[in-house]
C-alpha cells in the first residue's frame, strides 16, 4: 500500500502529458486544492491527507500586477475581479503597456528560481505559470461589461491590448525557459460558463485564438508543455483549442461537457487533467458515490499511452466530508493503481 502512495517522477507524468506511456497509477496535480473556508472548517485535520502526494510542484506568479506599476491613475483595488475596471478609458491604455515590468527586474522571479533549485533536487514534474491569459486578463483590466461591448465596439484597442499582453507574457515565458526550465505552463481563462461560451465561437476566434496559437507556437518551441485551466462548457472551441498547441485541458467540468464524447472525440490529440466535481459529487455523495465516480472518470480517460491526471475541478471549498475527500484521493491511487490498463 505504501508503494501506491509515493510521488510519480518528472518523466513518468511527462510520459503520460505526452500520451507515450501510462504510468504506475494516474498522476494526481492539483488534487489537494483546498478552497473557500476548507482549511478553515478543519485546520489540522487536512494533514491527514498528507499521505497522498501531488505528483506536479507549482510556481504562480503574478505578471502583471496594476496595483505595484505606478499607473498615475486609481481605481477600486477593493472591487471584484469582474468590475474593479482598472483601464477605464482606453487612452489610458498606452501608460498602462508602458509601465508593464521586465521580468529581469521582477523579484517574483528571483524567488522562482530559489525555489526551482529545491523542486529539481526531488525529481517532480515542475509547472510554472499565472492565472489569467487572454479573457480572464481583460475582464480583469476593463470589467466583465465593458469587455464584451468592446469586442464589438473597440476591436482595434483589444487587439492592442492583447498584443501587449502577447509580448509581456512571452517575455516572461522566455526568461522563465532559460532560468527555470519548467516542464509545463499553467494558466486559465475561464471561457465557459454552465451552459455555453462566455461568448460566441466567431469571438473567441478573433480576438483570443490567434493569440493563444503564438502562445502554443513559443512552447512548444522550448518543448514545455501547456496546461490550460477553463471552467465551464468548452465544447464548441475544444478542436480550436488543440489547434493553438493547448498540451492539457482542466477541468472538463462535470455537468457542462460530455466526459464520453470528449473523451472519445479528443483522446489521441488531447491530454486532460481531468477535474473531480467540487460543486455537488464530493459534497453531496456519500463515499461509495465518490469512489464510484473516481471510478467512472479513470475508466473514461485513461488510456494505455496515458493522457489522463486527475485534479480537483475547483477548489474544495468548506461543506465537504472530511470522508468524501478521502474517498476521492484514496480511491484514484487505489483504482488507477490496479486498473487493467498498467
Keep these: 500500500m505504501k508503494k501506491s502512495f509515493l510521488p510519480l517522477t518528472r518523466k513518468q507524468v511527462a510520459d503520460v502529458v505526452e500520451r507515450k506511456s501510462s504510468a504506475p497509477r494516474v498522476p494526481m496535480i492539483h488534487a489537494k486544492d483546498w478552497g473557500e473556508g476548507l482549511v478553515e472548517q478543519y ?58 515590468p521586465s521580468p529581469e527586474n521582477d523579484p517574483q522571479i528571483e524567488i522562482a528560481v530559489k525555489k526551482t533549485e529545491k523542486i529539481r ?7 510554472f505559470g499565472w492565472w489569467r491569459l487572454f479573457f480572464e486578463r481583460p475582464w480583469d483590466l476593463r470589467g466583465m461589461e465593458n469587455l464584451m461591448v468592446d469586442y464589438y465596439n ?130 453531496e455523495a456519500d463515499e461509495q458515490g465518490v469512489r464510484k465516480e473516481v471510478r467512472y472518470l479513470i475508466d473514461t480517460f485513461n488510456t494505455s499511452k496515458g493522457g489522463m491526471c486527475l485534479a480537483a475541478g475547483n477548489g474544495i471549498v468548506s461543506g465537504t466530508p472530511l470522508e468524501n475527500i478521502e474517498a476521492f484521493l484514496n480511491e484514484t491511487f487505489i483504482y488507477s ?3 487493467s490498463l498498467h
Excluded at 485535520?45 to 502526494?53: A, E, G, H, N, V
Design 154 to 283: 473597440e476591436p482595434e484597442n483589444v487587439h492592442k491590448l492583447h498584443s501587449a499582453l502577447l509580448n509581456h507574457f512571452i517575455k516572461y515565458l522566455d526568461f522563465a525557459a532559460r532560468e527555470i526550465k519548467p516542464d509545463g505552463f499553467w494558466t486559465s481563462d475561464d471561457l465557459g460558463h454552465q451552459t455555453s461560451l462566455m461568448m460566441s465561437p466567431a469571438i473567441f476566434r478573433e480576438f483570443i485564438k490567434p493569440y493563444y496559437k503564438k502562445i502554443g507556437a513559443f512552447l512548444k518551441e522550448k518543448n514545455v508543455h501547456w496546461w490550460l485551466h477553463s471552467c465551464g462548457n468548452n465544447t464548441e472551441i475544444m478542436p480550436d483549442l488543440v489547434e493553438t498547441g493547448v498540451t492539457v485541458f482542466h477541468p472538463v467540468q462535470k455537468g457542462t461537457m460530455d466526459e464520453i464524447k470528449i473523451a472519445r472525440e479528443l483522446s489521441d490529440k488531447l491530454s486532460f487533467l481531468v477535474g473531480f466535481d467540487v460543486q455537488h459529487i464530493i459534497q
Design 337 to 339: 493503481s490496479n486498473s
Design 43 to 100: 485546520g489540522d485535520k487536512l494533514k491527514q491527507f498528507d499521505k497522498y502526494p501531488e505528483d506536479a510542484e507549482s510556481i504562480m506568479i503574478k505578471p502583471v500586477n496594476a496595483e505595484t506599476m505606478n499607473l498615475s491613475w486609481e481605481w477600486n483595488t477593493n472591487a471584484a475581479h469582474d468590475s474593479r475596471i482598472v483601464i477605464d478609458d482606453w487612452a489610458k491604455l498606452d501608460e498602462f503597456i508602458d509601465k508593464l
Design 121 to 127: 533536487q526531488i525529481d517532480r514534474y515542475l509547472l
